[in-house]
């Protein structure tokens, strides 16, 4: 009950209200490029005196005997225009109302930058500021900054009281760079949103760049692997990192098969056997931002144990002989297989 009282009150006053001025504008309210040209009516919505535009540019004076009257400005060369019409009553009095009038102009360029004079390759974990300057855009209210990294939207800028002439904004985005921003394109776009039924003017994206993020090697597999021979089977041991600049593996291998290489005076061990033993492998891969290190513990098979109590013995006699007859084989992925069957 107490809400209908409420409710009626409300419709009561709103009809009041809507009577005092009887004047329809068409359009409502005008968005305007700076340059081009405005045109708009008021029309009385029941009978009148007179009715006109008043404007510092393109003002009608009173005129009587119609019911509508017509305000064109061509072109228009303001940034601020308050247009007013008028209506004077057959009763004598005089209403008046304002047409909202946005003149805008779309920016004149759209920059990305460093924080830094000129692009260069980022470091993972660190913090970077990029800004964005969008040149000689009017109205700033109306102007919302857009920055995109890999497709998605990851901040708004949007800005309140500048005033209508033509004035530089520049948005900032600050971010810390992980792997992931390698090679994802960062860029900002500014658009005028004007909130009115006419479409927005289209957006002015900068140009893109491409991210180079500098990171340290992690293995794609990460932990420790513990892994078995197997007669006639192939194994792999996978030390692939992805890292950037590209990893550079090396191998250690068991104290027998090091002390081999030892005796061939061989220093920098880059390779990998055709064949493994029971033992503890592990390799490093390393780029100019750091190193990483996964160990490989190699057991045989239960099945398989005489075989390879035999295959350590005639090692371990002609290692020297086997290692000069052995073809090693390098991956650069950091990967390598070996056949255990081919050994035999
Ligand atoms: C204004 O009125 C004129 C004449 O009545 C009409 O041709 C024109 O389309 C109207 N313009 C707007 C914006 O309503
Ligand atoms: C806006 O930036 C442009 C280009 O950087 C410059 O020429 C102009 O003077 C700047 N205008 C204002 C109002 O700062
Ligand atoms: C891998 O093994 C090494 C040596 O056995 C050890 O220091 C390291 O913590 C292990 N790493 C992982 C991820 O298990």
């Not at 708004?156 to 005033?163: E, N, V």
């Amino acid at each position: 009950m107490i809400w209908l009282v409420v409710f009626s009150g409300f419709l009561v006053c709103a009809a009041a209200g809507s009577t005092t001025c009887p004047i329809m504008m068409s359009p409502p309210r005008v968005v305007v490029r700076y340059g081009d040209s405005l045109l708009a009516n008021c029309s009385a919505t029941h009978e009148i005196e007179g009715i006109g535009w008043e404007s510092t540019y393109g003002g009608t004076g009173l005129k009587t005997g119609v019911s509508s009257v017509s305000l064109k400005i061509d072109p228009v060369k303001a940034w601020v225009i308050e247009p007013q019409c008028y209506i004077n009553e057959v009763s004598g009095e005089q209403c008046v109302e304002n047409l909202p009038v946005t003149v805008y102009k779309t920016p004149e360029s759209v920059t990305l930058s460093p924080s830094t004079n000129t692009w260069t390759p980022m470091n993972e974990g660190e913090s970077y500021v990029l800004s964005c300057h969008v040149v000689d855009v009017a109205p700033a209210e109306d102007l919302r900054v857009c920055w995109y990294k890999g497709n998605y939207m990851v901040l708004i800028d949007d800005y309140k009281d500048r005033g209508p002439v033509p004035v530089n904004i520049t948005s900032f985005y600050k971010f810390i760079v992980d792997r992931e921003n390698n090679g994802m394109k960062i860029w900002c776009e500014a658009t005028l949103k004007f909130n009115s039924i006419e479409p927005d003017p289209p957006a002015m994206p900068s140009k893109a760049h491409e991210m180079v993020v500098l990171y340290p090697p992690t293995f794609i597999k990460s932990s420790n692997e513990t892994v078995e021979l197997r007669s006639g089977k192939t194994l792999a041991l996978n030390c692939t990192a992805t890292g950037n600049p590209a990893p550079v593996y090396s191998w250690d291998f068991p104290a027998l098969i090091q002390e081999t290489i030892k005796k061939e005076n061989v220093t920098e061990v880059v390779w990998t056997p055709t064949f493994l033993l029971p033992g503890e492998y592990s390799c490093t891969a390393s780029n100019s931002h750091g190193e990483s290190t996964k160990y490989f513990s190699v057991v045989e098979a239960a099945e398989d144990r005489t075989t390879f109590a035999a295959i350590v013995g005639v090692f371990a006699s002609l290692g020297v002989l086997l290692l000069i007859a052995g073809p090693f084989f390098v991956a650069s992925n950091g990967s390598f297989s070996f056949n255990k069957g081919s050994i035999i």
